[in-house]
């Protein structure tokens, strides 16, 4: 609300007139700028439908899966938690040009960042896991880097230093001869030929101890210290004459490297690489199908009888893979015999651990792949396999530590390598809205029921919810968090949200910001006199901001410093969990108090009133609200009080509408917002005039 210096002066005759800027433009035209029926949401809805598989089809129960917008996979903007059927079901709000999400449950024998499609339908219907590895609307990641370097001939010759001869297991000689090249696998996959016709189960509970023992993202240094030490086997002592076998469990690497083994006397392990006689890959690119690669879970190579007394060690081709060259053999190795490394620490030299797990009676084996004095996360389960031996004997245990059986001290069915509460049964994981690290955003008119000038600044809020969640995606608690980016008015409005429960399930509310006395607040927080929970962040914006001289028009003139506002942090604590999908940020409902005028409230396009609204202003002035139609805050030319964003707005300075400002405003709205969904966000040509847009 803007009033020019005429305004000003005369503001005591004129306060229940209005101060706003253009509310004398005429209100007689009949066009409209959208069709009927257009609330301006520049969001949209996609219901999620995942099943989390073990290769045999058991469900995986109780991981906690983190979903990405594709241009921004380093912010979460949603997580849920799979059920005993593995499965999670949820409703995302993604901003409405959005076609593909990214999800990772970040759970070591699935493929990490898997990018899903989202259906004309608004939906995600997809399987993670399983005996293909994924199936559904997820979509298989292309291999975008390739290895540059010497690959591996014919006449397997060496690589350009001293490190050992590589070979393919005999007969083959080459890639072109080792690496299946069909229509379903082909060769840039890299998937070999000599797997054995018979993968293995990997079950839930195998999956569940690996992931105990090597948690996604979790550094071993403080998870499990004593598997990095230095007396600890690295490699398989073979102590019976054995057949051995090596199984592929998962891969969570943003590098294509391969795999190989090489074998020496047990006692008398290599100290240089000039002491290993050769390097027999296994797989020559050690990725998962769906993730760069042409290996599932469970596929299997054996390696061959060895005799008692021979020792098996490995090693990691870094990034060597080439989608049309095979494997290239110039490339940096990390090798289980650790002094073979190139860090020059003995604290970072390691680059694998070997676990054995008694149940399942398999020696374990995760890699870290890259450098780890510079740029390593000491997961170790950047490629991870296991060793199986028949007699299952004939391997010995001694100095190898053993699997981490899958801890859940709280006993909620989240591991607690996933579990933010591992020790508190009535949580489980954080999530937030839209982000960690983002503010969605709501922009406001606020001369309701009259028009305005419509460059939606007379309040801006900036706000983000962060969600504790229970094991069963249930919610125990919320805070927002609220501020002001602009408030180009001279109106004093305060910012009230309308929640999709009762007021009766709240318990109490604290953290908001109130200093004009207009509202009155039940014993729990909530406001009085409401049927629906509504908590107002504050009554007045001059509680979060102000211009240093007093003045109106806060942050939308260039000529004026910009302001920084504070914020109001709002903690909701619910009298019981809340189901995730009741309580979805899209449904709550945010609104204006115009001028500490309670009974004034702006809200979005068919969003009903509170209770404390008055309703016989809705068909006056400007305003054709219809309530029993459920028709509300749209203009007689359909023009909105408000939008709202899932990311920050870049709105007009003061006076600018806001078609004048984005240029495809108008053809988006024209056609009822089935085009130019990203008017607001999409910097390129022709899509926003600059100058007229707020920049400090």
């Known amino acids: 609300m803007k009033q020019n210096l005429t305004y000003v002066l005369l503001a005591g005759i004129l306060a229940f007139s209005s101060c706003k800027k253009d509310k004398n433009q005429d209100t007689s035209a009949t066009s409209k700028i959208a069709p009927d029926g257009f609330t301006y949401v520049t969001s949209k809805n996609v219901k999620l439908n995942l099943t989390l598989q073990a290769n045999n089809s058991e469900p995986l129960a109780g991981v906690v899966v983190s979903v990405y917008l594709p241009t921004n996979t380093t912010d979460v903007i949603f997580k849920g938690v799979t059920d005993k059927s593995g499965v999670l079901q949820a409703t995302l709000n993604v901003p409405a040009s959005t076609s593909t999400l990214v999800i990772d449950p970040a759970y070591v024998g699935l493929i990490r960042d898997a990018q899903a499609v989202i259906s004309s339908s608004n939906s995600i219907t997809a399987t993670i896991g399983g005996k293909t590895g994924f199936s559904g609307d997820i979509q298989a990641q292309d291999i975008t880097t390739t290895a540059n370097g010497t690959a591996l001939s014919t006449n397997r010759t060496t690589s350009a230093t001293s490190s050992p001869t590589i070979v393919y297991p005999s007969p083959y000689t080459s890639s072109s001869q080792a690496v299946v090249n069909t229509s379903t696998y082909p060769f840039k996959l890299g998937r070999p030929v000599y797997l054995e016709s018979t993968p293995d189960v990997i079950d839930a509970s195998l999956l569940s101890y690996i992931n105990a023992s090597l948690p996604e993202g979790s550094p071993l240094t403080k998870t499990h210290p004593e598997y990095l030490s230095t007396s600890a086997t690295p490699n398989l002592n073979v102590t019976a004459t054995s057949d051995v076998w090596i199984t592929f469990v998962s891969e969570g690497a943003g590098l294509v490297s391969s795999l190989g083994y090489y074998t020496y006397t047990t006692g008398n392990p290599p100290t240089s690489t000039a002491d290993i006689d050769k390097i027999t890959l296994i797989f020559p690119n050690a990725s998962a199908v769906g993730s760069a690669g042409g290996l599932n879970s469970g596929d299997k190579v054996k390696l061959g009888r060895f005799s008692a007394g021979t020792s098996i060690g490995f090693v990691l081709l870094q990034n060597s893979w080439s989608t049309t060259s095979g494997v290239i053999t110039n490339t940096v ?162 910012f009230g949200v309308q929640l999709p429960i009762a007021a009766s399930a709240v318990s109490s509310v604290t953290g908001q910001k109130a200093i004009s006395n207009y509202i009155t607040m039940a014993s729990n927080g909530v406001e009085s006199g409401q ?43 619910l009298t019981s969990p809340v189901d995730q999908a009741s309580l979805l940020p899209a449904s709550f409902n945010p609104f204006l108090i115009s001028n500490l005028r309670r009974g004034y409230e702006v809200h979005l396009p068919g969003f009903a009133p509170t209770d404390k609204a008055t309703t016989k202003l809705f068909g006056t002035d400007d305003d054709s609200s219809v309530p029993s139609s459920s028709k509300y805050y749209i203009s007689k030319e359909n023009w909105p009080w408000a939008i709202q964003f899932t990311s920050t707005f870049n709105y007009p300075y003061e006076g600018v509408s806001i078609d004048k400002a984005f240029l495809h405003f108008s053809d988006w709205a024209g056609i009822g917002g089935t085009s130019y969904t990203d008017w607001y966000s999409n910097t390129a040509a022709g899509y926003r005039d600059a100058s007229k847009i707020y920049s400090k």
Do not use: C, M
């Open 333 to 494: 190795k990390f090798y289980s015999d650790y002094a073979l490394n190139p860090e020059t620490t003995t604290a970072t030299k390691k680059h694998t651990v070997t676990l054995y797990d008694d149940v399942h009676k398999v020696f374990l084996i995760g890699f870290e792949d890259l450098n780890r004095q510079t740029e390593s996360d000491n997961d170790f389960n950047d490629v991870v396999i296991y060793a199986s031996s028949n007699p299952v004997s004939g391997i010995s245990t001694n100095g190898v530590s053993t699997v981490d059986k899958a801890g859940d001290s709280d006993g909620d069915g989240v591991l607690d390598a996933q579990d933010a509460f591992p020790n508190d049964a009535t949580r489980a994981y954080i999530s937030y809205y839209p982000s960690a690290s983002t503010y969605a955003n709501i922009a406001f008119e606020d001369n309701w029921p009259l028009k305005g000038d419509y460059d939606l600044n007379d309040l801006v809020v900036n706000y983000r919810y962060t969600f504790e969640n229970n094991a069963s995606n249930k919610v125990v608690d919320f805070k927002g968090e609220y501020s002001i980016a602009a408030a180009g008015a001279s109106f004093h409005n305060g």
């Open 531 to 573: 049927s629906k929970a509504v908590i107002i962040p504050f009554d007045n914006h001059e509680a979060l901001i102000k211009n240093p001289d007093g003045s109106y028009l806060i942050n939308t003139l260039a000529s004026k410093d910009k302001v920084t506002s504070d914020v109001a942090t709002v903690q909701v604590n």
